[in-house]
């Protein structure tokens, strides 16, 4: 019997594993009151968060986020700075030379007046205090009761924090002079998806949290205007947002209600020289520019067209944006989004603000609508934002009647240089992992566009931009991986991309390819690289005619179709057998005599030496 009652359990057990569900997504909601405290630079806060459990299992624990208390010396980021070659030159002092530098953190020099903390004084769970304890950045908390499959608990936090010097996204009296850029400012439910907790310690990269909708409501003194996530639910009671308002002051201070759905950051900045410019694009979307009002905003006053027509631009080719609002604020330290909202820096020049503005405005799509985990998918976020900025500036800025091939030579100049640095490593590594910062920026910024530009030239401009649009419909609101992105492109094209996603993402593979030579009316091309590539090679012949010879991979299970491009206008196009991976080289025979013979003319291809990709008789 008892053997039996065994194997009953056995089976459950392997039963309700193979029963697991399909994707699911947790659920916030936050009601917070915060009191400003503006010469002490701190505040006091209250919270009632909603949190649903839609896991599958049950929670004894969940987790927050403290992100202020990585601004503290000794903290892991403050070491990081210390210890890293090449440190973000915001956060680090210069201590030596331009040759022989040497580097102090600033968060080493900090005051007990200038740090950032965030404490918790109180927490319920359902009415029942519950036990915590904090790590560094990350608060454990073991609940009362277990939070079931399906269930909603309320937890009620009370807690008080000081805003540290501008160093990293948050902070107060930037370099710009606003006094509050308050991001990453409250304790922040920790992300929980099938991979596990996501708890993360504050290193200076960029974050992931489950999507929710946002009650804020901040009172702080009567003179200061408020840029925040969301829609204000009172213009009429503060300043800046309409004419005459009627200023509903209590012991002077003011209070700023702000609600916002389905996102998963919330941000906001407040100065005392802040004015509101307000304008609808033609899709809807009310576009607010919140920044100070002095001589030297006059790039801000000038931005606001560029801004309207980039919604519109992104909105019917990447998707329409979903929310009613979105507001460009002046503070931080440079450039960096949230829910419905960008804080950006400077701003004297108006063509690199409207590149900021277009590039935060950006993750709008890739990392705000699309909630990607930017702690080890920084390719899928900000390589994708930087493809998604650089067309909208070809089409909105520039104006182009016609598209070029390669929308971006410059990301791949950047890619191919890190390739070749000896720098590079895996773009699948953890985003605060990288050895140097050098690394991960063009990891990120350029390689990541370099994988959608090049995935053009796998499966063609027509499909890659249906796969754009085809996966906004499929993936908004959640949490998509870079491999859901494959899976959309494959589902367009028909074309299998399991080598190029595996090979480009999770390796430092470079690839490259060359024309060896032409014998009479034979062209051998040879694959230099461990990086196989489906080939175009464009021949001209000596009577003038031209022809495209596409030559696919095996592994591809398909091919991509005919591109109506510039460099292929007149010529006519043949498909050849496939290229196996296992054959260093290939034979391509032709009808005519060779005059000259290039491998992709478009160059989407991102072959690290392309000096040999051209034969001229």
Not at 305 to 322: I, M, R, T, V
Not at 330 to 346: F, N, S, V, W
Request: negative net charge; charged residues 25%.
């Amino acid at each position: 019997m008892r053997k039996f009652t065994l194997l009953i359990c056995i089976f459950l057990v392997q039963f309700s594993f193979a029963q697991r569900k399909g994707y699911w997504q947790q659920e916030v909601d936050y009601k917070m009151e915060i009191d400003m405290k503006e010469k002490a630079y701190q505040y006091d806060g209250k919270m009632q968060l909603k949190y649903t459990n839609n896991s599958g299992q049950s929670l004894n624990k969940v987790y927050f986020h403290l992100y202020f208390n990585a601004f503290q010396p000794g903290s892991m980021m403050d070491n990081r700075l210390q210890n890293i070659p090449d440190p973000d030159k915001r956060m680090a002092t210069n201590l030596g030379t331009k040759d022989n530098p040497k580097y102090e953190s600033r968060i080493s020099t900090l005051k007990p007046d200038q740090i950032g903390y965030q404490k918790v004084t109180s927490l319920k769970q359902d009415g029942k205090v519950v036990s915590y304890k904090v790590d560094g950045t990350i608060l454990e908390v073991t609940l009362a009761k277990p939070i079931a499959e399906g269930k909603t608990s309320t937890f009620e936090m009370v807690w008080n924090a000081q805003v540290p010097e501008q160093i990293r996204r948050s902070g107060r009296n930037s370099k710009d002079g606003v006094e509050f850029s308050m991001a990453q400012w409250y304790p922040k439910m920790a992300e929980f998806d099938p991979e596990g907790w996501h708890l993360d310690e504050y290193i200076g990269r960029e974050f992931f949290a489950p999507f929710g909708n946002f009650d804020v409501t901040i009172n702080i003194g009567k003179d200061y205007v408020i840029g925040a996530s969301g829609e204000l639910q009172n213009p009429n009671n503060v300043k800046g947002y309409v004419k005459n308002p009627t200023i509903k002051e209590q012991n002077g201070k003011v209070s700023w209600n702000f609600k916002a759905e389905n996102i998963h950051d919330f941000v906001w900045a407040a100065d005392k020289e802040f004015i509101v410019e307000h304008a609808k694009s033609k899709h809807g979307v009310n576009v607010y520019l919140v920044y100070q009002d002095n001589d030297s905003s006059t790039a801000w006053r000038e931005a606001m067209p560029y801004a309207l027509g980039f919604f519109d631009y992104n909105s019917e080719h990447f998707g329409q944006y979903p929310w009613k609002n979105y507001s460009i604020i002046q503070g931080g330290d440079g450039g960096m989004e949230y829910g419905t909202a960008t804080l950006i820096a400077g701003g004297k020049n108006l063509e690199s603000l409207i590149g900021t503005i277009f590039h935060e405005a950006a993750h709008s799509w890739y990392q705000q609508l699309f909630g990607i985990n930017e702690t080890y998918n920084e390719w899928f976020d900000e390589g994708f934002t930087s493809y998604v900025e650089q067309m909208a500036h070809l089409n909105v800025v520039e104006k182009l009647k016609v598209m070029p091939s390669n929308p971006n030579p410059d990301a791949y100049r950047g890619y191919i240089a890190l390739a070749l640095s000896g720098k590079e490593e895996p773009a699948s590594l953890l985003a605060d992992y990288y050895n140097t910062n050098y690394a991960y920026s063009l990891e990120a910024y350029y390689k990541g566009q370099v994988l959608a530009i090049q995935l053009g030239y796998i499966i063609g401009n027509d499909n890659l931009n249906k796969t754009f649009l085809q996966f906004y419909d499929q993936w908004k609101f959640k949490h998509p991986s870079g491999n859901d992105f494959k899976r959309v492109a494959e589902e367009v094209s028909g074309i299998n991309l399991k080598w190029y996603f595996n090979l480009f993402i999770n390796t430092t593979r470079k690839i490259d390819y060359a024309i060896e030579g032409v014998n009479g009316n034979t062209i051998k091309l040879v694959n230099n690289s461990d990086f196989a590539m489906p080939i175009d090679l464009l021949v001209e012949y000596t009577d003038g005619t031209k022809e495209l010879f596409y030559i696919p991979l095996r592994e591809m299970r398909g091919e991509k179709p005919e591109e109506n491009l510039v460099e292929y206008k007149g010529a006519k196009r043949t498909i050849l057998e496939d290229w196996f991976w296992t054959k260093p080289t290939y034979e391509v025979k032709t009808s005519k005599e060779v005059k000259k013979a290039t491998i992709d003319p478009t160059k989407r291809l991102a072959d690290v030496n392309d000096k040999n990709n051209v034969f001229k008789k």
